[in-house]
């Protein structure tokens, strides 16, 4: 059985980040964050069923610079992230518009049984040459999905190649086949050199049934060209 138990506990890829006290995967800095989409990108089944809490404030800066690791490497999300009120600050993704650069955002989509919770998103730097799919939490999002108590500032949109910017949203740029709940989000955003199907909150909803309870939008600019 120990045996077992020891082949099971080596298989998690998100073990070094694991606490046994509180039976959560705690994030504490910007390289746990890193080693959370590392383990991300091993896991085939997106993190369902598990809870990660975000325990200060990261800075995306410190991921780029010193870490080498960007949007460019987000992930499929499923479990359950618990921000406890931090931020993660100076987002930032710049793409040339090309084919590759779909389902932009902090996730790259959101999947059955993902919830996001008591986070603040700041993008003071642009998220530009976003194709198709892009928001500033999640490119997408499918299935089963929850949003409460979430903070977006940030600018959002394209590097003007013709016809790109499509689906995109201050918060998630495409929802589809989903049941979304959204509860509690301040939004102050900007969405710039969009093409079409775009929204301050989703750029686009297809075949899904959608909650949404006190949402907030102090201030947000769309741009189409």
């Known amino acids: 059985d ?3 138990c020891m082949i099971s506990a080596s298989s998690d890829p998100y073990s070094s980040l ?14 746990d964050f890193k080693k959370f989409l590392q383990a991300l990108s091993q896991d085939g089944n997106d993190a ?3 809870t990660f809490r975000q325990t200060a404030d990261i800075d995306w800066n410190d991921m780029k610079n010193s ?6 490497h987000r992930e499929h999300f499923a479990g359950v992230y618990d921000g406890g009120n931090h931020k993660i600050l100076n987002l930032s993704f710049s793409g040339s518009g090309s084919s590759d650069n779909v ?3 902090l996730f790259r989509t959101l999947k059955n049984g993902a919830e996001i919770k008591n986070l603040i998103l700041e993008s003071t730097n642009a998220y530009a040459g976003v194709k198709e799919r892009g928001g500033i939490l ?3 999002a499918y299935g089963t999905v929850k949003i409460n108590n979430v903070g977006i500032m940030g600018t959002l949109g394209t590097n003007g190649y013709d016809k790109t910017g499509t689906n995109l949203g201050g918060l998630i740029g495409y929802v589809k ?4 709940s959204i509860e509690g989000v301040n939004l102050n ?3 710039i050199n969009a093409y079409k199907h775009v929204g301050g909150l989703i750029g686009w909803l297809e075949n899904s049934q959608l909650s949404i309870q006190k949402v907030y939008t102090p201030n947000y600019e769309i741009n189409i060209y």
């Open 18 to 31: 694991y606490d046994s006290n509180t039976g959560a995967y705690m994030i504490k800095s910007a390289s």
């Open 2 to 4: 120990n045996h077992l």
């Open 138 to 140: 999640a490119g997408s």
């Open 103 to 105: 389902d932009v955002g």
């Open 67 to 72: 870490l080498s690791y960007g949007l460019e």
């Open 189 to 191: 955003i900007t969405i």
């Open 177 to 180: 086949d989903a049941n979304l």
């Open 48 to 50: 369902k069923g598990k």
